[in-house]
Protein backbone atom coordinates (compact mmCIF):
# COMPACT_ATOMS: atom_id res chain seq x y z
CA UNK A 1 0.00 0.00 0.00
CA UNK A 2 2.53 2.80 -1.00
CA UNK A 3 -0.86 4.63 -2.47
CA UNK A 4 -0.41 7.81 0.22
CA UNK A 5 -3.09 10.08 -0.68
CA UNK A 6 -4.57 12.87 0.97
CA UNK A 7 -8.43 13.90 1.56
CA UNK A 8 -10.38 16.34 2.98
CA UNK A 9 -13.96 15.80 4.55
CA UNK A 10 -16.86 18.05 4.46
CA UNK A 11 -20.03 16.67 6.72
CA UNK A 12 -21.74 18.40 9.08
CA UNK A 13 -22.05 15.48 11.30
CA UNK A 14 -19.07 15.85 13.52
CA UNK A 15 -19.49 11.92 14.37
CA UNK A 16 -19.61 10.81 10.92
CA UNK A 17 -16.29 13.13 10.08
CA UNK A 18 -14.37 11.48 12.98
CA UNK A 19 -14.97 7.89 12.60
CA UNK A 20 -14.18 8.38 8.62
CA UNK A 21 -11.31 10.11 9.59
CA UNK A 22 -9.77 7.56 11.93
CA UNK A 23 -10.78 4.79 9.98
CA UNK A 24 -8.98 6.32 6.52
CA UNK A 25 -6.01 6.57 8.34
CA UNK A 26 -5.89 3.52 10.31
CA UNK A 27 -6.76 0.94 7.77
CA UNK A 28 -5.77 2.44 4.29
CA UNK A 29 -2.86 5.11 5.50
CA UNK A 30 -4.89 8.00 3.74
CA UNK A 31 -3.63 11.34 5.41
CA UNK A 32 -6.51 13.04 6.29
CA UNK A 33 -5.49 17.08 5.81
CA UNK A 34 -8.59 17.79 7.81
CA UNK A 35 -12.18 17.57 8.21
CA UNK A 36 -15.08 20.45 8.66
CA UNK A 37 -18.61 20.90 8.40
CA UNK A 38 -18.17 24.94 7.53
CA UNK A 39 -18.48 25.84 4.16
CA UNK A 40 -15.90 29.29 4.39
CA UNK A 41 -13.91 26.75 6.02
CA UNK A 42 -14.09 23.83 3.91
CA UNK A 43 -12.94 26.51 0.94
CA UNK A 44 -10.17 27.61 3.00
CA UNK A 45 -9.07 24.14 3.82
CA UNK A 46 -9.40 22.93 0.16
CA UNK A 47 -7.24 25.65 -0.87
CA UNK A 48 -4.43 25.60 1.48
CA UNK A 49 -4.31 21.40 1.30
CA UNK A 50 -4.49 20.80 -2.26
CA UNK A 51 -5.91 16.99 -1.14
CA UNK A 52 -5.82 14.84 -3.50
CA UNK A 53 -9.15 14.01 -3.06
CA UNK A 54 -12.14 15.61 -1.37
CA UNK A 55 -15.04 13.58 0.16
CA UNK A 56 -18.26 14.98 1.15
CA UNK A 57 -21.90 14.82 1.99
CA UNK A 58 -24.89 16.50 -0.04
CA UNK A 59 -27.26 16.78 2.88
CA UNK A 60 -26.31 19.53 4.94
CA UNK A 61 -26.97 23.37 6.29
CA UNK A 62 -27.23 25.62 5.89
CA UNK A 63 -24.77 25.27 2.85
CA UNK A 64 -25.96 22.15 0.90
CA UNK A 65 -23.49 20.31 -1.14
CA UNK A 66 -24.42 20.96 -4.46
CA UNK A 67 -23.87 24.80 -3.45
CA UNK A 68 -20.80 23.73 -1.92
CA UNK A 69 -19.31 22.13 -4.85
CA UNK A 70 -20.27 24.89 -7.29
CA UNK A 71 -18.33 27.55 -4.94
CA UNK A 72 -15.60 25.42 -4.79
CA UNK A 73 -15.24 24.96 -8.64
CA UNK A 74 -15.91 28.98 -8.81
CA UNK A 75 -12.83 29.36 -6.48
CA UNK A 76 -11.15 27.58 -8.82
CA UNK A 77 -10.10 24.90 -6.57
CA UNK A 78 -9.98 21.51 -9.28
CA UNK A 79 -9.34 18.61 -6.42
CA UNK A 80 -11.56 15.55 -7.62
CA UNK A 81 -14.97 15.31 -5.49
CA UNK A 82 -16.27 11.92 -3.76
CA UNK A 83 -20.24 12.24 -2.57
CA UNK A 84 -20.53 10.49 0.50
CA UNK A 85 -24.02 10.84 1.72
CA UNK A 86 -27.44 8.63 2.96
CA UNK A 87 -29.22 10.24 0.14
CA UNK A 88 -29.94 7.30 -2.62
CA UNK A 89 -32.46 9.61 -4.62
CA UNK A 90 -31.66 9.28 -8.56
CA UNK A 91 -32.05 12.90 -8.74
CA UNK A 92 -29.01 13.64 -6.23
CA UNK A 93 -26.97 10.92 -8.36
CA UNK A 94 -27.30 12.80 -11.66
CA UNK A 95 -26.85 16.29 -9.80
CA UNK A 96 -23.98 15.20 -8.06
CA UNK A 97 -22.43 13.12 -11.43
CA UNK A 98 -23.31 16.12 -13.73
CA UNK A 99 -21.26 18.32 -11.25
CA UNK A 100 -18.40 16.15 -12.23
CA UNK A 101 -18.20 14.16 -9.21
CA UNK A 102 -15.68 11.43 -9.44
CA UNK A 103 -17.80 8.99 -6.99
CA UNK A 104 -21.14 8.52 -5.47
CA UNK A 105 -21.12 6.42 -1.98
CA UNK A 106 -23.49 5.71 0.59
CA UNK A 107 -23.17 6.23 3.79
CA UNK A 108 -24.76 2.29 4.86
CA UNK A 109 -22.40 0.90 2.52
CA UNK A 110 -20.20 -0.60 4.81
CA UNK A 111 -17.01 0.95 6.26
CA UNK A 112 -14.86 -1.78 4.48
CA UNK A 113 -16.32 -1.19 1.04
CA UNK A 114 -16.06 2.63 1.32
CA UNK A 115 -12.82 2.42 2.32
CA UNK A 116 -12.05 0.42 -0.68
CA UNK A 117 -14.11 2.50 -2.68
CA UNK A 118 -12.01 5.81 -1.91
CA UNK A 119 -8.87 3.75 -2.53
CA UNK A 120 -9.88 2.99 -6.14
CA UNK A 121 -11.15 6.35 -7.22
CA UNK A 122 -7.81 8.07 -5.50
CA UNK A 123 -6.08 5.78 -8.46
CA UNK A 124 -8.33 7.60 -10.86
CA UNK A 125 -11.30 5.11 -10.93
CA UNK A 126 -15.01 6.02 -10.99
CA UNK A 127 -17.14 4.51 -7.90
CA UNK A 128 -20.47 4.31 -7.43
CA UNK A 129 -22.24 2.50 -4.49
CA UNK A 130 -23.91 -0.51 -5.80
CA UNK A 131 -27.28 0.34 -4.79
CA UNK A 132 -26.99 3.51 -7.07
CA UNK A 133 -25.61 1.52 -10.50
CA UNK A 134 -29.21 0.91 -11.40
CA UNK A 135 -30.73 3.99 -11.17
CA UNK A 136 -27.35 5.56 -13.17
CA UNK A 137 -27.98 3.17 -15.64
CA UNK A 138 -31.76 4.38 -15.46
CA UNK A 139 -30.59 7.62 -16.24
CA UNK A 140 -29.01 6.51 -19.50
CA UNK A 141 -31.69 4.34 -21.24
CA UNK A 142 -33.83 6.67 -23.50
CA UNK A 143 -37.48 7.07 -21.62
CA UNK A 144 -36.33 5.81 -18.08
CA UNK A 145 -34.68 8.90 -17.39
CA UNK A 146 -37.36 10.86 -15.88
CA UNK A 147 -36.90 14.48 -15.18
CA UNK A 148 -35.15 15.63 -12.42
CA UNK A 149 -35.56 18.26 -10.32
CA UNK A 150 -33.49 20.63 -12.28
CA UNK A 151 -35.27 20.12 -15.53
CA UNK A 152 -38.61 20.81 -13.85
CA UNK A 153 -37.38 23.87 -12.05
CA UNK A 154 -35.71 25.06 -15.22
CA UNK A 155 -39.50 25.19 -16.53
CA UNK A 156 -40.39 27.97 -13.86
CA UNK A 157 -39.80 30.95 -13.82
CA UNK A 158 -37.82 32.74 -10.33
CA UNK A 159 -41.84 34.53 -9.34
CA UNK A 160 -43.21 30.98 -10.32
CA UNK A 161 -40.74 29.15 -7.47
CA UNK A 162 -41.28 31.99 -5.25
CA UNK A 163 -45.00 30.90 -5.27
CA UNK A 164 -44.38 27.61 -5.38
CA UNK A 165 -42.32 27.80 -2.08
CA UNK A 166 -45.09 29.44 -0.61
CA UNK A 167 -47.63 27.29 -1.32
CA UNK A 168 -45.57 24.45 0.11
CA UNK A 169 -45.98 26.14 3.40
CA UNK A 170 -49.43 25.77 3.34
CA UNK A 171 -50.58 29.41 2.07
CA UNK A 172 -53.68 30.46 0.44
CA UNK A 173 -53.69 32.43 -2.92
CA UNK A 174 -55.10 35.29 -0.85
CA UNK A 175 -52.30 34.83 1.30
CA UNK A 176 -49.34 34.84 -1.10
CA UNK A 177 -51.26 37.93 -2.62
CA UNK A 178 -50.83 40.03 0.10
CA UNK A 179 -47.21 38.91 0.89
CA UNK A 180 -46.16 39.54 -2.84
CA UNK A 181 -48.20 42.74 -3.28
CA UNK A 182 -49.94 41.35 -6.45
CA UNK A 183 -53.42 40.92 -7.06
CA UNK A 184 -55.30 37.74 -5.94
CA UNK A 185 -56.01 36.92 -9.90
CA UNK A 186 -52.33 37.40 -10.72
CA UNK A 187 -51.45 34.43 -8.33
CA UNK A 188 -54.43 32.19 -9.76
CA UNK A 189 -52.84 32.88 -13.26
CA UNK A 190 -49.10 31.79 -11.99
CA UNK A 191 -50.74 29.15 -9.70
CA UNK A 192 -52.11 27.55 -13.24
CA UNK A 193 -49.00 27.99 -15.07
CA UNK A 194 -47.10 26.36 -12.36
CA UNK A 195 -49.86 23.59 -12.32
CA UNK A 196 -49.20 23.19 -16.26
CA UNK A 197 -45.30 23.23 -16.56
CA UNK A 198 -44.76 20.41 -13.43
CA UNK A 199 -47.79 18.51 -15.20
CA UNK A 200 -49.87 18.54 -11.92
CA UNK A 201 -53.58 19.02 -11.07
CA UNK A 202 -54.04 20.94 -8.11
CA UNK A 203 -52.56 23.21 -5.83
CA UNK A 204 -51.67 20.34 -3.02
CA UNK A 205 -49.72 18.31 -5.33
CA UNK A 206 -47.88 21.69 -6.31
CA UNK A 207 -46.77 21.89 -2.67
CA UNK A 208 -46.26 18.06 -2.20
CA UNK A 209 -43.69 18.18 -5.09
CA UNK A 210 -42.25 21.39 -3.96
CA UNK A 211 -41.96 19.81 -0.47
CA UNK A 212 -40.32 16.42 -1.74
CA UNK A 213 -38.29 18.03 -4.42
CA UNK A 214 -36.90 20.47 -1.78
CA UNK A 215 -37.71 23.59 -3.40
CA UNK A 216 -36.09 26.74 -2.15
CA UNK A 217 -35.37 30.02 -3.83
CA UNK A 218 -31.84 29.91 -3.40
CA UNK A 219 -31.59 26.31 -4.70
CA UNK A 220 -33.62 26.46 -7.92
CA UNK A 221 -31.04 29.22 -8.88
CA UNK A 222 -28.18 27.68 -7.66
CA UNK A 223 -29.16 24.36 -9.09
CA UNK A 224 -28.41 25.82 -12.46
CA UNK A 225 -25.46 27.22 -11.76
CA UNK A 226 -23.70 23.85 -10.42
CA UNK A 227 -25.66 21.65 -13.05
CA UNK B 1 -59.62 26.49 19.49
CA UNK B 2 -56.87 28.63 19.49
CA UNK B 3 -54.17 27.98 17.59
CA UNK B 4 -51.06 30.19 17.13
CA UNK B 5 -51.20 32.75 14.02
CA UNK B 6 -48.45 31.62 11.04
CA UNK B 7 -47.73 29.58 8.01
CA UNK B 8 -47.83 25.87 9.90
CA UNK B 9 -51.23 24.10 9.42
CA UNK B 10 -50.94 21.75 12.39
CA UNK B 11 -52.22 18.64 11.50
CA UNK B 12 -54.52 18.15 14.74
CA UNK B 13 -55.70 21.53 14.19
CA UNK B 14 -56.79 20.33 10.40
CA UNK B 15 -57.62 16.90 11.95
CA UNK B 16 -60.13 18.56 13.98
CA UNK B 17 -61.37 21.24 11.79
CA UNK B 18 -62.29 18.09 8.84
CA UNK B 19 -64.22 16.34 11.16
CA UNK B 20 -66.51 19.55 12.10
CA UNK B 21 -68.79 20.40 9.89
CA UNK B 22 -69.00 23.80 11.01
CA UNK B 23 -66.51 26.38 9.18
CA UNK B 24 -65.94 28.92 12.59
CA UNK B 25 -64.02 25.63 13.61
CA UNK B 26 -61.93 25.51 11.30
CA UNK B 27 -58.34 26.81 12.01
CA UNK B 28 -56.12 25.88 8.96
CA UNK B 29 -54.31 28.90 7.68
CA UNK B 30 -54.99 28.56 4.45
CA UNK B 31 -58.45 27.90 4.88
CA UNK B 32 -58.95 30.68 7.25
CA UNK B 33 -57.38 33.25 5.06
CA UNK B 34 -59.65 32.04 1.69
CA UNK B 35 -62.84 32.22 3.86
CA UNK B 36 -61.75 35.80 4.16
CA UNK B 37 -62.64 36.98 0.75
CA UNK B 38 -66.72 35.53 1.70
CA UNK B 39 -66.60 35.95 5.53
CA UNK B 40 -69.46 38.11 5.15
CA UNK B 41 -71.88 36.36 2.95
CA UNK B 42 -70.88 32.48 3.69
CA UNK B 43 -71.81 33.42 7.53
CA UNK B 44 -74.37 31.33 8.98
CA UNK B 45 -74.15 29.37 5.35
CA UNK B 46 -73.03 26.36 6.36
CA UNK B 47 -74.55 24.21 3.14
CA UNK B 48 -72.92 26.17 0.58
CA UNK B 49 -69.08 26.74 2.39
CA UNK B 50 -69.00 23.14 3.65
CA UNK B 51 -67.83 21.45 0.22
CA UNK B 52 -65.08 24.38 -0.33
CA UNK B 53 -64.21 24.77 3.20
CA UNK B 54 -63.73 20.32 3.49
CA UNK B 55 -61.55 20.33 0.22
CA UNK B 56 -58.93 23.38 1.32
CA UNK B 57 -59.07 21.53 5.16
CA UNK B 58 -57.95 18.48 2.90
CA UNK B 59 -55.89 20.43 1.20
CA UNK B 60 -53.90 22.08 4.06
CA UNK B 61 -53.86 19.27 5.92
CA UNK B 62 -51.96 17.09 2.71
CA UNK B 63 -49.38 19.81 2.60
CA UNK B 64 -48.95 19.74 6.40
CA UNK B 65 -48.09 16.12 6.29
CA UNK B 66 -45.78 16.40 3.58
CA UNK B 67 -43.98 18.86 5.29
CA UNK B 68 -43.94 16.43 8.69
CA UNK B 69 -43.27 13.59 6.89
CA UNK B 70 -40.09 15.91 4.99
CA UNK B 71 -38.93 16.87 8.66
CA UNK B 72 -39.47 13.22 9.94
CA UNK B 73 -36.70 12.18 7.45
CA UNK B 74 -34.48 14.96 8.72
CA UNK B 75 -34.32 14.14 12.13
CA UNK B 76 -33.60 10.47 11.68
CA UNK B 77 -31.04 11.51 9.56
CA UNK B 78 -29.37 14.06 11.89
CA UNK B 79 -30.08 11.98 15.04
CA UNK B 80 -29.71 8.08 13.71
CA UNK B 81 -28.09 7.66 11.01
CA UNK B 82 -25.08 9.32 11.60
CA UNK B 83 -24.27 7.52 14.37
CA UNK B 84 -25.08 4.25 12.98
CA UNK B 85 -22.32 5.12 10.28
CA UNK B 86 -20.32 6.10 12.95
CA UNK B 87 -20.50 2.67 14.86
CA UNK B 88 -20.22 0.50 11.95
CA UNK B 89 -16.48 2.42 11.07
CA UNK B 90 -16.13 1.91 14.73
CA UNK B 91 -16.91 -1.80 14.71
CA UNK B 92 -14.76 -2.09 11.38
CA UNK B 93 -11.44 -0.87 13.83
CA UNK B 94 -12.68 -2.65 16.52
CA UNK B 95 -12.48 -5.80 14.66
CA UNK B 96 -8.80 -5.47 13.36
CA UNK B 97 -7.96 -4.25 17.26
CA UNK B 98 -8.77 -7.51 18.39
CA UNK B 99 -7.24 -9.82 15.22
CA UNK B 100 -4.05 -7.70 16.35
CA UNK B 101 -4.79 -8.33 19.97
CA UNK B 102 -4.18 -4.83 20.83
CA UNK B 103 -6.21 -4.78 24.23
CA UNK B 104 -6.06 -1.21 24.62
CA UNK B 105 -7.20 0.06 20.90
CA UNK B 106 -9.89 -2.71 21.34
CA UNK B 107 -11.15 -0.96 24.32
CA UNK B 108 -11.29 1.84 23.14
CA UNK B 109 -13.52 1.37 20.54
CA UNK B 110 -15.66 -0.52 21.92
CA UNK B 111 -16.59 2.13 24.60
CA UNK B 112 -16.91 4.51 22.02
CA UNK B 113 -19.70 2.25 20.51
CA UNK B 114 -21.19 1.51 23.78
CA UNK B 115 -21.69 5.07 24.25
CA UNK B 116 -22.83 6.03 20.76
CA UNK B 117 -25.77 3.02 21.56
CA UNK B 118 -26.74 4.71 24.74
CA UNK B 119 -27.10 8.34 22.76
CA UNK B 120 -28.82 6.64 19.44
CA UNK B 121 -31.44 5.44 22.03
CA UNK B 122 -31.68 8.43 23.81
CA UNK B 123 -32.45 10.07 20.62
CA UNK B 124 -34.85 7.61 19.50
CA UNK B 125 -36.42 8.51 22.67
CA UNK B 126 -36.13 11.65 22.34
CA UNK B 127 -37.57 11.69 18.27
CA UNK B 128 -40.28 9.47 19.80
CA UNK B 129 -41.72 11.75 22.41
CA UNK B 130 -40.91 15.23 19.71
CA UNK B 131 -43.14 13.12 17.25
CA UNK B 132 -45.89 12.17 19.57
CA UNK B 133 -46.16 15.93 20.71
CA UNK B 134 -46.15 16.98 17.29
CA UNK B 135 -49.75 15.69 17.10
CA UNK B 136 -50.51 18.59 19.70
CA UNK B 137 -51.61 21.66 18.01
CA UNK B 138 -49.47 23.61 20.29
CA UNK B 139 -46.31 22.13 18.77
CA UNK B 140 -42.53 22.89 20.91
CA UNK B 141 -44.40 25.03 23.51
CA UNK B 142 -46.49 22.21 24.44
CA UNK B 143 -43.45 19.47 24.07
CA UNK B 144 -41.57 21.79 26.28
CA UNK B 145 -44.15 22.01 29.04
CA UNK B 146 -44.27 18.18 28.85
CA UNK B 147 -41.38 18.10 29.52
CA UNK B 148 -41.01 20.51 31.98
CA UNK B 149 -43.74 19.16 34.45
CA UNK B 150 -42.59 16.02 34.32
CA UNK B 151 -38.75 17.01 34.75
CA UNK B 152 -38.47 16.38 38.46
CA UNK B 153 -40.06 12.79 38.29
CA UNK B 154 -37.59 11.60 36.13
CA UNK B 155 -34.29 13.34 37.38
CA UNK B 156 -34.82 14.65 40.36
CA UNK B 157 -33.74 18.49 39.39
CA UNK B 158 -36.38 21.01 40.18
CA UNK B 159 -36.97 22.75 36.67
CA UNK B 160 -38.92 26.12 36.04
CA UNK B 161 -40.32 27.11 32.72
CA UNK B 162 -40.38 30.94 32.18
CA UNK B 163 -41.68 31.15 28.98
CA UNK B 164 -42.13 34.98 27.58
CA UNK B 165 -43.43 34.09 24.33
CA UNK B 166 -46.44 32.38 24.59
CA UNK B 167 -47.62 32.91 20.88
CA UNK B 168 -44.36 31.38 19.03
CA UNK B 169 -45.11 29.50 15.66
CA UNK B 170 -41.79 28.12 14.16
CA UNK B 171 -42.03 26.00 11.05
CA UNK B 172 -41.66 22.19 12.06
CA UNK B 173 -38.40 21.76 10.92
CA UNK B 174 -36.83 24.49 12.99
CA UNK B 175 -39.18 23.77 15.83
CA UNK B 176 -38.13 20.27 16.04
CA UNK B 177 -34.06 21.87 15.99
CA UNK B 178 -34.88 23.69 19.73
CA UNK B 179 -36.25 21.03 21.14
CA UNK B 180 -33.87 19.00 20.51
CA UNK B 181 -31.05 21.60 21.60
CA UNK B 182 -33.04 22.36 24.91
CA UNK B 183 -33.52 18.28 25.16
CA UNK B 184 -29.51 17.84 24.96
CA UNK B 185 -28.71 20.83 27.20
CA UNK B 186 -31.48 19.29 30.18
CA UNK B 187 -30.03 15.63 29.68
CA UNK B 188 -26.57 17.40 30.31
CA UNK B 189 -28.13 19.35 33.64
CA UNK B 190 -29.61 15.50 34.76
CA UNK B 191 -26.36 13.70 33.79
CA UNK B 192 -23.34 15.86 34.48
CA UNK B 193 -24.10 18.53 36.77
CA UNK B 194 -25.00 17.62 39.58
CA UNK B 195 -27.95 20.48 40.27
CA UNK B 196 -30.98 20.76 42.52
CA UNK B 197 -32.68 23.37 40.33
CA UNK B 198 -32.46 24.24 36.87
CA UNK B 199 -34.52 27.08 34.77
CA UNK B 200 -35.66 26.91 31.15
CA UNK B 201 -36.16 30.58 29.80
CA UNK B 202 -37.59 31.35 26.25
CA UNK B 203 -37.82 35.07 25.13
CA UNK B 204 -37.69 37.57 22.25
CA UNK B 205 -34.87 39.16 21.12
CA UNK B 206 -34.54 41.43 18.48
CA UNK B 207 -34.81 39.98 15.57
CA UNK B 208 -35.06 36.31 16.68
CA UNK B 209 -35.42 33.93 19.78
CA UNK B 210 -33.04 33.42 22.88
CA UNK B 211 -33.08 30.26 24.98
CA UNK B 212 -31.19 29.70 28.20
CA UNK B 213 -31.40 26.46 30.17
CA UNK B 214 -29.40 27.28 33.59
CA UNK B 215 -28.87 25.27 36.85
CA UNK B 216 -27.12 25.46 40.06
CA UNK B 217 -24.99 22.50 39.51
CA UNK B 218 -21.17 21.68 39.78
CA UNK B 219 -20.17 23.15 36.41
CA UNK B 220 -17.57 22.58 33.83
CA UNK B 221 -14.53 23.82 33.67
CA UNK B 222 -13.79 26.32 31.10
CA UNK B 223 -11.11 24.35 29.26
CA UNK B 224 -13.41 21.11 29.13
CA UNK B 225 -16.20 23.24 27.61
CA UNK B 226 -13.28 24.62 25.38
CA UNK B 227 -12.13 20.98 23.97
CA UNK B 228 -14.93 18.76 24.05
CA UNK B 229 -16.63 19.60 21.27
CA UNK B 230 -16.35 16.72 19.08
CA UNK B 231 -13.88 14.44 21.50
CA UNK B 232 -15.36 14.40 24.64
CA UNK B 233 -19.74 15.12 25.48
CA UNK B 234 -20.93 14.27 22.25
CA UNK B 235 -23.72 16.63 23.81
CA UNK B 236 -21.88 20.23 23.02
CA UNK B 237 -21.08 19.12 19.31
CA UNK B 238 -24.61 18.28 18.65
CA UNK B 239 -26.14 21.26 19.98
CA UNK B 240 -23.96 23.46 18.37
CA UNK B 241 -24.43 22.10 15.00
CA UNK B 242 -28.32 22.00 15.52
CA UNK B 243 -27.56 25.55 15.98
CA UNK B 244 -25.86 26.26 13.50
CA UNK B 245 -28.67 24.42 11.07
CA UNK B 246 -31.05 27.06 12.37
CA UNK B 247 -28.57 29.86 11.53
CA UNK B 248 -28.02 30.70 14.98
CA UNK B 249 -25.64 30.30 17.94
CA UNK B 250 -25.19 28.72 20.97
CA UNK B 251 -22.81 29.89 23.96
CA UNK B 252 -22.01 27.72 26.76
CA UNK B 253 -20.60 29.47 29.70
CA UNK B 254 -19.61 27.56 32.75
CA UNK B 255 -17.27 27.59 35.66
CA UNK B 256 -16.23 24.85 38.29
CA UNK B 257 -19.22 25.28 41.00
CA UNK B 258 -20.51 27.99 40.03
CA UNK B 259 -23.22 26.00 37.63
CA UNK B 260 -23.61 26.27 33.63
CA UNK B 261 -25.38 28.31 31.53
CA UNK B 262 -26.06 27.20 27.83
CA UNK B 263 -27.52 30.14 25.76
CA UNK B 264 -29.11 29.68 22.23
CA UNK B 265 -29.77 32.80 19.79
CA UNK B 266 -31.63 31.96 16.82
CA UNK B 267 -32.97 34.33 14.05
CA UNK B 268 -37.33 33.84 13.43
CA UNK B 269 -36.52 33.82 10.08
CA UNK B 270 -35.49 30.75 8.45
CA UNK B 271 -32.05 30.93 6.59
CA UNK B 272 -32.60 30.67 2.95
CA UNK B 273 -31.31 26.72 2.51
CA UNK B 274 -32.36 23.34 1.15
CA UNK B 275 -33.41 20.71 3.77
CA UNK B 276 -31.68 17.79 4.17
CA UNK B 277 -32.63 14.30 3.16
Not at chain 1, 145 to 163: F, M, N, S, V
Not at chain 2, 1 to 26: K, L, N
Not at chain 2, 214 to 225: E, H, M, P, Q
Amino acid sequence: MSESISVVLIDDHGLCRRGLAELLERRAGIKVLGTTGDADEAVRLLRDGRPDLVIMDLRMAPVDGFTLLARIRAEGIESPVVVLTMSDLKDDLARAFRAGVRGYLLKDMGPDDVVDAIRRIGRGEIVVAPLMAAKLVDLLVPGKEGKTRDDYLKQLTEREREILQHLARGKSNKAIAQVLDISHDTVKLHVRHILSKLGLTSRVEAAVFAVEHRVSMEAGGRARASG
Amino acid sequence: MQTPQGDRPTIAAAAVAEADPHPRAFDVPAARAERGASANDAAGHDATAAPEHARLVREALRTALANERQMMANEVHDSLAQGLTYMRMRMSLLRDAIRDGDDVRAIKYWSDVDSSLTNAHRRLRELITYFRSRMDPQGLLHALQETTETFLDRTGVALEFANRVPDLDLPVGREVQVFHIVQEALANVCMHANARRARLTLERKGAGYEIVVDDDGVGIAADLVAEHGEAGHYGIAIMRERACRLGGELTLDSAPGAGTRVRLYFPAMEPQTESRL
